[in-house]
């Protein structure tokens, strides 16, 4: 079965500043991967995915996310936070040729600073 | 789309009370999933149905609790009886099924049970 461990459970950066949010998976193959976001008593919104070819993913709201297979990682990227995008991050990872439901981690809460 | 529904978006109750949770997935979706959210657990999946039927249900805590899904437009979580451990936040999602076989979710906004 997949499994998937976000390290940080709180991230605080400065306005302004970059962000990076790591996730590792643990999973046979090559996995489907997820990240979500949940704003404050919001459900949680697909950032984005990646299925296979380029490694490097561009989602929503100018967060992007890198597969290397090597580290088993698909750690999450902004060159610059806005103080809107203060949330809760959640990696997930699909399984190929199993049941396909994602797994979700248990969130990265991200707090930044003016 | 007006997205995934979910009624009520809040609910207090108390104690041995019967909870139902509401939800309407986008149309032509044929996957529905219940889960459930709290700061000691985090996200936990509690059953999730393909074209209403039920595949899984291994994460229902137990038999208090149970989901229905009589059409491809509405679904229920029930529990029956509450318990103040029960409080929580409930989310339905539901998803297509992508070429590629993956799962790609959309969340309703959640629906916050509080028993006393």
């Known amino acids: 079965a997949q499994s998937v461990t976000q390290p940080d459970i709180h991230i605080t950066v400065s306005e302004g500043a970059s962000l990076e949010l790591r996730c590792n998976y643990s999973?046979?193959?090559?996995?489907?991967l997820f990240w979500y976001v949940q704003s404050p008593g919001q459900g949680l919104q697909l950032l984005l995915k990646?299925?296979?070819?380029?490694?490097l993913v561009q989602g929503i709201k100018g967060f992007e996310a890198e597969f290397k297979r090597s580290q088993s990682s698909f750690n999450l990227r902004k060159p610059s936070v806005h103080w809107s995008d203060a949330a809760e991050y959640f990696c997930?990872?699909?399984?190929?040729?199993?049941?396909?439901?994602?797994?979700f981690g248990r969130g990265t809460s991200l707090i930044v600073h003016p | 789309d007006a997205g995934v529904i979910q009624s009520p978006r809040h609910e207090v109750t108390e104690m041995g009370q019967e909870v139902t949770l509401r939800c309407k997935p986008i149309?032509?979706?044929?996957?529905l999933f219940w889960y459930r959210q709290t700061m000691m657990r985090g996200l936990e999946l509690l059953i999730y149905?393909?074209?209403?039927?039920?595949?899984?249900d291994s994460g229902m805590p137990e038999d208090r609790f149970s989901a229905k899904m009589p059409n491809a437009s509405f679904s229920t979580l029930k529990i029956q009886p509450s318990e103040p451990r029960d409080s929580a936040v409930y989310f339905c999602?539901?998803?297509?099924?992508?070429?590629?076989?993956?799962?790609?979710?959309?969340f309703g906004a959640g629906s916050r049970l509080t028993v006393l």
């Open positions: 999602a539901s998803s297509p099924r992508g070429f590629s076989g993956a799962n790609v979710l959309t």
């Open positions: 149309s032509g979706h044929d996957y």
């Open positions: 999973y046979g193959a090559t996995p489907y």
């Open positions: 149905f393909n074209n209403n039927v039920p595949i899984d």
């Open positions: 997930a990872v699909g399984a190929r040729g199993g049941s396909y439901i994602p797994t």
């Open positions: 990646y299925f296979s070819g380029d490694t």
